[in-house]
Structures are given as C-alpha cells and as structure tokens.
C-alpha cells in the first residue's frame, strides 16, 4: 500500500461525503494504491452509516468501529494503528483542513526528504478570548515542556511509514499527541496553512485546560522542581519575616498581627493546596497506566465490501 489517510468520526455525519469526495480526488492524482481509514469514536449519529455506505461502493475504504467513545487521540492513534501505506496522512474530517493539503505536503515530504510534514496556523482562529488563552497556553507550554512542540500546529500531517510505527509504540491512556508527535522524533517540519471556517468546535475551555494539563503531566517534570523550589523559596521567606519580627518584640515594637498572621496562612494554604493538586496529578497517572486496560477497543473492522459486525 502506497498512501493511508486516516480520519475519526465523531458527529461528523455532515461530513462525511464531501470529505470522501475531495480526499480521493487528491489521492488519486498521487497514486491508485491508497486506502481511507475511518475511525467511528462511538459516534452517536448516523457516521458510522454514512462511511458504511462509501465503503460498499469503493474497496479502498476501510472503517474501524469502535465499542464506544474513546476520544479524538485515541482514534486517531487507533487508525494510524491500521494504517498499512508507505505514506499516512491524518487529517480532521470536518474539512477544516483541507484535503487539497496533500498534494502539497506529498511533494514537499519526498522532493526534500522529511520523515513528517505537519500543518500550522500562523495565528488561532476564534474570537478574543480564544486567542488570548491560547497564546498564554502555548507560552507556558514551551516553559514547562522540554520537547518543543510547534505552537498553533494542527492535526493534519503526512508522515513515513516507519515513523507512524515508531509512534504506535507508545501506549500511555493519558497522555497529549501533540507530545507524542514530537517526542518520537525523527526529521519533522512544518508548512503553514489556513483553515477554511469554524462549524463549532468540540473542544470547549474545559476541555482545552483538562488537555494542557494532560500535555504538562504527560512530558515534563518541571512543575515538581517549580513545587520544591517555591516552596524553599516560601520558607526562607518565612524564616527572615519570622526573625525580623522577634527582633522587633525584643526591642519593644509590636505590629499590628492580624493581617501579617491571615496573609500569611491563606499564602501558604493556598501553596500547600496547590503542591498536593500537582503531585495528585502526577500520581492519578500512574494510578491509570498501571492498570494496563487496552488503549481502545474494536467493535469490528469493516472492509473488503464487508458490513457484518460481531
């Protein structure tokens, strides 16, 4: 197999034709040898359908079911776990990303020899808000993460064969695959581009913070050391305050207590507070990875003209 393209579907119904229509009309001008991988994430409306139906009328699309929802990562690690192609590309399926993309990631990828070609936004899209706590995201992204992931990339990417199995390796339940791009490694560069519109994203601002939490605990250790340094910080504070007010009581000067005791008790209740939240993070994970549960599960793989399921 020459080209994978891998998606997921998750209320992606309207979708789905137009994403197939457009998407093989490009790989077509690559090669014949190609297959369209859908991931069903447990959708709960009538995608899973809809893919079933493309495949009954072309070989060349495969459809992964899975036995519930499992999120957007994990299917996508799931399809690029099917994927057999020399080449795979992932890519969103509600055509925010345009499926055109692939001709020109193919040609950049193979004229210069990259093992992963990946898309960006020179700036976010959304309103004020979104913009803002996405820069300021991404700012403390590159100062508690090692690994330097693109800021603004998105999830659109051609890559090699043996780098997509080299990044299957990798098993954790909780974890950011923006991490894990990065984290396999090989020769990555990136191409800018725009997405075409917004149909309402999935990804709230719970669910984008609950993902950055996810990336920061996922490959970095840094907030234990700013935990351990703070805290010295705070104490030695502590100390020289503590010593410059028994010196003034040796000499006769009191001060007002009140505030000085309750600022100090809320700051360090509210370090205390903060130090056992970041390491409860920390341990939850490995309360979850050592249970050893599969990454996902599948209902069946249709393919082949095949829709029994079982």
Known sequence: MKLSIVTTLYNSGAFVENFYTRMKAEAEKITGDFEIIFVDDGSPDDSLNRA?????????VKVVELSRNFGHHKAMMTGLENASGQSVFLIDVDLEEP????????????????????????????????????????????????AKIPRNHSTVRLMKGYYVRALVRHQEHKTAIGGLWVQTGFKQTGLQFEKQSRHGSSYHFSSRLLAFLDS???????????????????????????????????????????????????????????SVGIVGLYISRIF???????????????????RSGG
């Not at 079933?52 to 060349?60: F, I, K, Q, T």
């Not at 020179?122 to 993460?145: P, Y």
């Not at 979850?288 to 095949?306: A, F, S, V």
Request: aromatic share 16%; charged share 15%; hydrophobic share 50%.
């Open 52 to 60: 079933l139906a493309l495949l009954s009328a072309d070989h060349r």
């Open 288 to 306: 979850i990875e050592t249970k050893l549960r599969p990454y996902t599960i599948i209902r069946h793989i249709h393919q082949d003209g095949e």
């Open 216 to 274: 920061v605990t996922s490959f970095s250790e840094r907030p234990l050391f700013f935990v351990f340094f703070a805290g010295a910080a705070i104490f030695c504070l502590s100390t020289l305050i503590s010593t410059a007010l028994f010196i003034l009581w040796l000499v006769g000067k009191t001060l007002p207590g009140w505030i000085s005791v309750m600022a100090s008790v809320w700051l360090l209740g509210g370090f205390i507070i903060l």
């Open 99 to 146: 499926p055109e993309l692939l001709g020109r990631f193919y040609k950049h990828m193979w004229e210069n020899n990259w093992d992963v070609v990946y898309g960006y936004q020179e700036q976010r899209k959304g309103n004020l808000f979104e913009q803002w706590s996405g820069a300021v995201a991404w700012s403390l992204i590159d100062v508690l993460i090692p």
